[in-house]
């Protein structure tokens, strides 16, 4: 099974190797550069080829780098992964989310009424979903909660756009900025998808001193530890059933 994992910057992608790289090896990314400058590298585990890609931080862009890394390969299977805000009380800080909906949160218009999600007014959609058996194993394997994750362009930094978010997504477990845009890119080549993040901070009021990034890095790459037996096994039905 060939997966392709994008993360929107270096540090994250090196968390996301060091967690596919077996104990024996030494963490030694060669990475290569794709059209548009994206840098890749690639990770082999038994059963399983991983490319980690570096697609740039919010949807737009983790969306051209995806599409560009599918142009070029045959994958199976598609992951955004990286650090994100965790919802309280549900994700604290240093936890692990992975996504069973990847929504794209502020894509819509507003209205006297409210926010209206882009695809109640008739153009695309607002949510990809991953495969329901591989998000729970995951889930499951790498002890992260299964909720839905939001994408947004513009990260939270009040109380009031926190709030506003919990009520229109209440069972919402974190916000990214890029699990959206990968998940176009999949979707347009008919592959899976599937979102993993690790909390750095809370989704609320801005305070950059309470950022734990270090610690949300080390437990992306427990995450991958865990999460490669989950593909493996995966891929090996998924391969099977094509
Ligand atoms: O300046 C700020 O207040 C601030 C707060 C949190 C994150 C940022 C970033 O610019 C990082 C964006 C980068 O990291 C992911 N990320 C991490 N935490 C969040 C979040 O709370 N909301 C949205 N995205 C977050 C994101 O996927 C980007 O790749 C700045």
């Known amino acids: ?34 059209p548009g400058g994206y840098l890749i590298t690639r990770r082999d585990l038994p059963g399983l080829a991983a490319d980690v890609l570096v697609g740039g931080v919010g949807p737009a862009s983790a969306a051209a780098a995806t599409a560009t890394a599918l142009a070029l390969a045959d994958y199976s299977l598609v992951i955004s992964a990286g650090i994100g805000g965790g919802f309280a009380p549900a994700a604290p800080l240093g936890s692990l989310v992975v996504a069973d ?33 591989l998000a729970a194993r995951a889930a499951e394997a790498t002890g992260a909660l299964l909720a839905p994750v939001l994408t947004v362009s513009t990260v939270t930094g009040s109380a009031a756009r926190a709030a506003e978010l919990a009520a229109r997504h209440p069972l919402a477990g974190a916000e990214a900025m890029e699990g959206f845009g990968v998940a176009e890119a999949a979707a347009a080549h008919g592959l899976p998808v599937l979102e993993i993040r690790a909390v750095s901070n809370a989704v609320g009021p ?8 270090g610690d949300a890095l080390a437990a992306l790459a427990d995450g991958f530890r865990a ?16």
Request: aromatic share 4%.
């Open 206 to 213: 801005r305070d950059r001193a309470a950022w734990r990034i």
């Open 1 to 34: 099974m060939r997966a392709l994992i994008v993360t929107a910057v270096a540090a994250e992608a090196d968390s996301a190797a060091s967690g596919l790289t077996p104990h024996q090896d030494p963490v030694t990314p060669e990475p290569r550069t794709l």
């Open 101 to 133: 909906a990847l929504v794209a949160a502020d894509l819509g218009a507003e209205t006297p009424e409210g926010f209206v999600p882009v695809q109640e007014l008739g153009f695309g959609r607002n949510v990809h979903l991953p495969p329901a058996d």
């Open 227 to 242: 999460l490669g037996p989950v593909l493996v096994t995966w891929g090996e039905r998924h391969d099977r059933d094509r």
